[in-house]
């Protein structure tokens, strides 16, 4: 079992950054593929960024590559999104997620694979 507590979230003007953390409880962090998913008004949610168990793999959705860098720290089972160069479609509620069986690449993409998830924060980039 593992608890997602996402913090960070807020308001920014455009070409603004925020970072976004989500502190996870439970022993087998360390052994769980993470992601980041956002879900806009209106929309459904969408996968954003996510990282292999050990850090040492990264994938990233097109609309953020480039601006938006995850990481993760197994020691304080910690998992950061930086987000710089933000965007008014930027603004969403992102939601942190834990993938207990993170093995094919493919799954890292597909929410249906997560089975953690946290409350979400609310980022809002203004024009």
């Known amino acids: 079992q593992v608890q997602l507590v996402e913090s960070g979230g807020g308001l920014v003007q455009a070409g603004g950054s925020l970072r976004l953390s989500c502190a996870a409880s439970?022993?087998?962090?360390?052994?769980?593929?993470m992601g980041w998913f956002r879900q806009a008004p209106g929309k459904e949610r969408e996968f954003v960024a996510a990282?292999?168990?050990?850090?040492?793999?990264?994938y990233y959705a097109s609309s953020v590559k480039g601006r938006f860098t995850i990481s993760r720290d197994n020691a304080k089972n910690m998992v950061s999104l930086q987000m710089n160069s933000l965007k008014p479609e930027d603004t969403a509620v992102y939601y942190c997620?834990?993938?207990?069986?993170?093995?094919?690449?493919?799954?890292?993409?597909?929410?249906?694979?997560?089975?953690?998830w946290g409350q979400g924060t609310q980022v809002t980039v203004s024009s």
């Open positions: 990282i292999n168990w050990s850090g040492g793999s990264t």
């Open positions: 997620a834990a993938n207990p069986y993170a093995y094919a690449i493919r799954s890292y993409y597909d929410d249906n694979e997560y089975d953690y």
């Open positions: 439970g022993r087998t962090f360390s052994s769980y593929g």
